[in-house]
């Protein structure tokens, strides 16, 4: 029987696949990895077994020569002709670094030379990394699903207790969820030694300081947006789009009508009269004649919350994308039977058109006038308490006495917004629902992490910049294997790379501000968007969408906790949580308080759906 990762069609964008060492004993471990119908194995120039897996025709570009292969997998318009010199010239693999920096698209990269392998994937997080090892020998994959189905790990349960913060903290959102397997961080390179036995990683990529200009970074960011857009569309058939009416999916819709695809824009308006996205949407398709323009009826659509109980795709870890995997699959089907083989998103711009208001923590120190008047101005725009802020930029503590702090905190009250804001990033919290013994575990957690733990850039708003990046990937990584499995694959446009690149590259000043509305996408896409397109300052919110998924699937909500896998690993009291289920007005839901709950709950109840062994993990010692 076919397994749910097979993809659906050639070009579906669910590649997925792991990676052996060159060395005896690797035929032996490729045999212990499952083996579903249509695995394709490349070799490395030994013969031996480098890459097995799934992928579709134009997700892999490999070249081999006498002493090197390799291998993009993904989206990437790079030729093999071209990857061929670069394997000729290949003395050292840590030469890598540079291919991996030029090429536009998001892949994975994986290099086999003279028996020493090297395999990495995005700087943004959106393809990532794992290893265990496996029949004596270390293994990578792409998913860590297919290593704890090798291994036969179970989940972790002092991982799961950490998912249940509500947010998750840098670093701890990066570890693997399964006993035995590691993880790489985003923007390292993993290692294979020739023997197979050794692993190490070394960093192939840093966000670039933040000077540039507005009117110096916009043209880059327009040439990286665009070719991100036109890796996808240069060659043809029919594309989708979505077109919220809001600046990032219009850019993103405006940029696929000059390739040679043909472009289906999808509008999805949102249930509240004041929305106003489908106003907008409907003035950006007037300036797009050759585009379908479909509007789906509103009242259609699913709602926040829908179908938790039938969740049954595959997961390598628990993700909050489950309360909306209805709404952005739902769609799907009518646009793949208007012909669309790929549906681009505008998720994404948020991320890199705007940035954190957190650099003015540092603008306050260095330019006190200038940051203290655009600090008045965020006052106004987002009703903050000027107490508040003045406690959050006055905290100069470095991350790891930052990190340190939160763990004695995980059941106060919920902060200030603008104390997150300002600072290193929102404080975790757990709630009441959560057991003592998950407290415990998640406690020790932080405070061992926070031990060693490095920002992810010395000032807080690049550090939080990149970490909402990589915590919206996350998802969004989770969001492509499912719209795969339903027929029609995603992509993303803003979360590659080179468009990330150049546009942290801009001054943090010129892109977050409170006089002007993504200052940074306006700039880069003026003489492609028309200028009544780029007029629009408001963002619909899609709360009452939230609200009324709450009220009327709060009967799947008591399901859900009539028999928690949660529960019989300790880590939640069912009783709180089925009388939660009765009250969806109950102050704080609004707030999503529940996401992390949820999405580990629905994660434990798809690993059981699919008979893997895990289905009934043990309650911590």
Same mark, same amino acid.
């Given at each position: ?43 490395? *120039?030994?013969?031996? *077994? ?17 002493? +090197? ?48 392998? @090297? ?12 290893? +265990? ?52 961080? !985003? ?31 916009? !043209? ?11 890796? @996808? ?172 702090? +939160? ?77 795969a499995r339903a027929g029609l694959p995603m992509a993303s446009p803003f979360f590659d790379d080179r468009v990330i690149e ?10 977050? +501000? ?108």
């Open positions: 029987m076919a397994s749910s990762h097979d993809h659906a069609e050639a070009g579906c964008g669910s590649a997925y696949f792991t990676v052996l060492p060159d060395c005896e004993g690797a035929r032996a471990a490729a045999r212990s990895l499952p083996r579903r119908p249509g695995t394709r194995t490349l070799d490395h *120039p030994s013969h031996r *077994p480098w890459i097995t897996g799934h992928w579709a025709d134009d997700e892999c570009v490999a070249v081999t020569t006498r002493h +090197t292969a390799l291998a993009v997998l993904g989206c990437c318009p790079v030729d093999a002709e071209v990857l061929r010199r670069h394997a000729d010239r290949l003395t050292d693999l840590a030469q890598l670094d540079g291919l991996a920096r030029a090429l536009p698209g998001s892949f994975h990269l994986v290099a086999s030379l003279d028996g020493r392998v @090297r395999i990495q994937g995005t700087a943004s997080g959106l393809r990532l990394v794992f290893h +265990t090892s496996l029949e004596g020998l270390q293994v990578a994959a792409t998913d860590a699903r297919l290593l704890a189905g090798a291994t036969g790990a179970d989940p972790d349960p002092r991982e799961v207790a950490v998912r249940l913060l509500w947010p998750v903290p840098h670093p701890l959102y990066e570890r693997s969820v399964w006993q035995g397997v590691s993880a790489v961080p !985003p923007g390292e390179a993993l290692y294979l030694s020739a023997d197979g036995r050794t692993t190490r990683t070394s960093r192939w990529w840093t966000p670039p300081e933040p000077v540039r200009t507005l009117a110096d970074g916009a !043209p880059l960011v327009r040439q990286a947006l665009a070719d991100a857009v036109d890796a @996808r569309t240069r060659r043809g058939g029919v594309v989708s789009c979505d077109l919220s009416g809001g600046l990032d999916s219009t850019s993103v819709c405006f940029l696929a009508d000059r390739s040679p695809a043909r472009v289906v824009a999808s509008t999805w308006p949102g249930r509240d009269p004041a929305d106003d996205d489908l106003e907008w949407a409907k003035r950006a398709a007037g300036h797009l004649p050759e585009v379908d323009h479909v509007v789906w009826d509103a009242h259609a659509s699913p709602l926040v919350y829908t179908d938790l109980l039938d969740i049954d795709d595959p997961m390598d870890e628990p993700t909050i994308g489950v309360m909306d995997r209805a709404r952005v699959l739902h769609h799907l089907p009518g646009l793949r039977e208007r012909g669309s083989r790929l549906h681009l998103t505008g998720i994404g711009g948020d991320h890199i058109a705007w940035c954190s208001e957190a650099y003015y923590h540092r603008l306050l120190r260095r330019r006190p006038l200038f940051a203290l008047g655009r600090l008045r101005g965020f006052k106004v725009l987002f009703h903050w308490p000027l107490s508040g802020m003045a406690r959050a930029l006055a905290d100069s503590r470095p991350y790891d006495r930052w990190l340190a702090g +939160t763990a004695g905190r995980l059941r106060a009250p919920l902060p200030a917004t603008v104390t997150g804001t300002l600072g290193w990033s929102a404080e975790p919290r757990l709630f009441d629902w959560v057991t003592d013994e998950a407290a415990a575990l998640a406690r020790d957690a932080l405070t061992d992490a926070a031990a060693g733990a490095r920002p992810l850039h010395p000032d807080r708003g690049l550090h939080t910049d990149l970490e909402a990046i990589r915590t919206c990937t996350r998802i969004i990584r989770l969001w492509d294997a499912m719209a150049a546009s942290l590259a801009v001054r943090p000043a010129d892109r977050v +501000t409170p006089w002007a509305y993504k200052p940074l996408l306006t700039a880069a896409m003026r003489g492609i968007v028309p200028d009544e397109c780029l007029s629009r300052t408001s963002k619909a919110q899609a709360s009452m969408d939230a609200a009324d998924g709450l009220r009327e699937h709060r009967g799947d909500l008591l399901a859900l906790w009539e028999d928690s896998h949660l529960a019989r690993m300790g880590l939640v009291d069912p009783d709180i949580l089925r009388a939660l289920a009765h009250r969806p007005n109950a102050p704080g839901l609004k707030d999503a308080i529940l996401y992390s709950t949820i999405a580990c709950e629905v994660w434990l109840r798809s690993l059981a759906a699919h008979g893997t062994g895990h289905d009934a993990p043990q309650r911590p010692a």
